[in-house]
Structure formats: structure tokens, C-alpha cells
């Protein structure tokens, strides 16, 4: 199971890194508008500086929602890093435009993904990645880790190598339920994946070594 952060939060995003199990980054126009990034040109710089901190994957999405626009804006992108996977909003335009980018050898991430049948419609555009966000389906009190579930079930019906990159991610039982249900990618905050290491019996347990360890010396 890969882990992304998602984040556009450059002090995260090292930290993350720096713990060694990262495989990439997601963003998001929020995200970035979060951390104060506005503006074409700065976001575009933002992005290589993300690339230069993390080895894998960083999904960089299109606000464009035609798809002459996705187009011109995708490929831009895709120029920027190799590592630059393009994100691309579920609509009928993100089809083509995912199925124009697969044809042409560029990476794709659709985004925005609430159903199974939308999670179909992307594996058949080729998309490289699928978002269901999951936290945002718990939020409307509909089961967000059954989507991820189903989809397991429909992808593994034909072999669809597009991966499940569960999004909206809040915490980390949500981190430990998909890989439980075989999500091949997590995306979410840095709490979520530092939540994995936690157990009271660690602590204790670290306690006691280190107290005994000082009265044999
Ligand atoms: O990856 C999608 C994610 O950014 C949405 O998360 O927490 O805003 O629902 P959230």
C-alpha cells in the first residue's frame, strides 16, 4: 500500500519524508489555498518545489473543466516533473481529457469520485489513479470505506489496473480499513500516518527497558 500526503505543506510534506514511508504527494486548489499559494505561476512553482522534497508521485490538478482547458493546463503540468501526476475532476470532459492523456503516455489521477460507477468510468479512460473520498461520504452519513470496498470488488472483475487511491482521509482507522480492503494508495494528513505508530504498550513497554537497563548500569 503507498502512502501519499495530502497536503501542500512543505514543512509536512519533509517531515513525512523524512520518516521514510512516503510514496507521494496529493493537492488540491484548496490545499494550496491553505498554505497562501495563489496564482498560476506560483502554484506551478510550488508543485517542482514539492517534487524536489519527495521521490514518488505529486498529483497536481486542472481548474479547468472544459476540455480544450484540461488539456492546454494537463500538459503544462506534466512538463513540469516527471513525478507530476495530472488531476483530473470527475465530469464528462475529465473522461476525454484522462483518455487523451493516457493515449498520450501522461500520468492521470481522477478526482472527485463518489460512486462505483464513476470508479468504472475512470478504469475504462485509463486513469492511473482513482479518488473515492471517503471522508467526505462518511461526512453525508454514507459509508465511504464501503465505496473503496466495491470498487476492490468491480476492479478485480477485469484486471483494471487503475489504482484506488482512497482520498479524504481524516484519521488513521481510516488508514488501517483500506489497506484492510486492499486500497492500493491512501492519501491523507500527516496525523494519520504518525496515528500508526502509537500503542500505550510501546510506551510502557519502552519505559520499563530503558529504567531496567539503568539499574544494571
Ligand atoms: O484528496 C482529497 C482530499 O483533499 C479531500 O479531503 O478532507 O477535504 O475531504 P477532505
Request: proline share 2%.
Amino acid at each position: 500500500m503507498k502512502f501519499f500526503i495530502d497536503t501542500a505543506n512543505l514543512a509536512q510534506i519533509k517531515e513525512a519524508q523524512e520518516l521514510g514511508v512516503l510514496d507521494g504527494v496529493t493537492t488540491n486548489p484548496s490545499l494550496m489555498a491553505k498554505e497562501g499559494i495563489t496564482g498560476r505561476n506560483n502554484i506551478l512553482k510550488h508543485y517542482v518545489d514539492i517534487c524536489k522534497i519527495v521521490d514518488g508521485d505529486v498529483s497536481a490538478e486542472v481548474i479547468s473543466t472544459d476540455l480544450k482547458g484540461m488539456i492546454k493546463e494537463g500538459e503544462e503540468l506534466a512538463e513540469l516533473n516527471e513525478q507530476i501526476v495530472v488531476k483530473v475532476p470527475m465530469i464528462k470532459d475529465g473522461i476525454k481529457a484522462i483518455k487523451y492523456f493516457t493515449d498520450k503516455g501522461i500520468r492521470t489521477n481522477c478526482t472527485l469520485v463518489f460512486s462505483c460507477g464513476q470508479a468504472l468510468l475512470a478504469a475504462k479512460a485509463g486513469a492511473t489513479y482513482v479518488s473515492p473520498f471517503i471522508g467526505r461520504l462518511d461526512d453525508i452519513s454514507t459509508d465511504g470505506l464501503n465505496l473503496i470496498s466495491e470498487i476492490r470488488h468491480i476492479y478485480d472483475n477485469y484486471d483494471f489496473q487503475t489504482q484506488i487511491l482512497a482520498a479524504s482521509v481524516r484519521h488513521t482507522m481510516h488508514v488501517i480499513d483500506c489497506a484492510k480492503l486492499g486500497a492500493d494508495v491512501m492519501t491523507g494528513p500527516l496525523s494519520a500516518i504518525e496515528g500508526l505508530l502509537k500503542h500505550p504498550l510501546t510506551d510502557s513497554g519502552l519505559a520499563k527497558f530503558l529504567e531496567d537497563y539503568q539499574k544494571g548500569n
